[in-house]
């Protein structure tokens, strides 16, 4: 009875998820959260100032989201693959950048947690010449890459550029040092389960197991367009 007084007496706090808002006051506090997040079918960038267990995802979001961090980058002359690990059943951490596919129709998706810690603090992701990092207020996108809705199926990251939006509030962006076309990669036990061109361009690179680029005359397993072929 106790434990339920003192959970329904925590204060309510509201994550705005478009412009952002000043949670300073309530960093490192425990609170029930409220927030409403567009999400569209296929693959979201996600960063919010609290924690979610695999089973508050699953409720969130449906049983067939999945979530994905960024393992690695695998760079090839001006190319780069980023290459994201499934991270779900370890849930997602506060402050910390995924990507998180969602199989509904595209909406808000109300999140409600009770006895959640937010936090302030960013923990971007450094590989090389890539940061992926959340982004907490509304922010422009110029230099910088990300996720738009019309490359949701493929979790393609575009140049953001000078778009009137930029980046809304519990999204990601990454920043690359090098300014060269970005690919990305879906690791699965074979290690490499799917691929997209992230370079804006219409040609599709063929990658075999290792995530190596091969060109035409490779034989062998080939990874293109999310499909494996037999050459």
Same mark, same amino acid.
């Given at each position: 009875?106790?434990?339920?007084?003192?959970?329904?007496?925590?204060?309510?706090?509201?994550?705005?998820?478009?412009?952002? +808002?000043?949670?300073?006051?309530? *960093?490192?506090?425990?609170?029930? @959260?409220?927030?409403?997040?567009?999400?569209?079918?296929?693959? +979201?960038?996600?960063?919010?100032?609290?924690?979610?267990?695999?089973?508050?995802?699953?409720?969130?979001?449906?049983?067939?989201?999945?979530?994905?961090?960024?393992?690695?980058?695998?760079? +090839?002359?001006?190319?780069?693959?980023?290459?994201? =690990? *499934? @991270?779900?059943?370890?849930?997602?951490?506060?402050?910390?950048?995924?990507?998180?596919?969602?199989?509904?129709?595209?909406?808000?998706?109300?999140?409600?947690?009770? =006895?959640?810690?937010?936090?302030?603090?960013?923990?971007?992701?450094?590989?090389?010449?890539?940061?992926?990092? !959340?982004?907490?207020?509304?922010?422009? =996108?110029?230099?910088?890459?990300?996720?738009?809705?019309?490359?949701?199926?493929?979790?393609?990251?575009?140049?953001?550029? !000078?778009?009137?939006?930029?980046?809304?509030?519990?999204?990601?962006?990454?920043?690359?040092?090098?300014?060269? +076309?970005?690919?990305?990669?879906?690791?699965?036990?074979?290690?490499?389960?799917?691929?997209?061109?992230?370079?804006?361009?219409?040609?599709?690179?063929?990658?075999?197991?290792?995530?190596?680029?091969?060109?035409?005359?490779?034989? =062998?397993?080939?990874?293109?367009?999310?499909?494996?072929?037999?050459?």
């Amino acid at each position: 009875m106790c434990c339920a007084l003192q959970m329904s007496a925590q204060r309510t706090v509201y994550v705005n998820t478009m412009q952002g +808002n000043d949670l300073s006051k309530y *960093d490192q506090q425990t609170v029930n @959260v409220t927030s409403f997040r567009v999400v569209f079918q296929g693959w +979201n960038t996600i960063c919010l100032p609290f924690g979610m267990t695999e089973a508050e995802l699953n409720a969130t979001f449906g049983n067939d989201c999945r979530l994905e961090t960024l393992t690695d980058v695998r760079v +090839n002359g001006t190319e780069q693959t980023l290459v994201f =690990g *499934d @991270v779900k059943a370890q849930g997602l951490e506060a402050g910390k950048p995924y990507i998180l596919w969602y199989g509904g129709e595209s909406n808000y998706v109300t999140i409600r947690l009770q =006895g959640k810690q937010l936090t302030t603090e960013q923990h971007p992701i450094h590989i090389g010449a890539i940061t992926f990092s !959340g982004i907490a207020e509304q922010t422009e =996108g110029t230099g910088r890459y990300g996720i738009l809705a019309r490359d949701n199926a493929t979790a393609q990251f575009v140049s953001v550029g !000078g778009t009137v939006n930029g980046f809304f509030a519990t999204r990601c962006a990454i920043d690359n040092d090098l300014q060269g +076309n970005l690919l990305t990669v879906h690791g699965d036990a074979t290690g490499v389960a799917s691929l997209s061109t992230v370079n804006g361009g219409q040609q599709t690179a063929a990658f075999n197991l290792a995530g190596q680029r091969v060109g035409a005359d490779h034989r =062998g397993i080939t990874v293109q367009d999310g499909h494996k072929v037999l050459r």
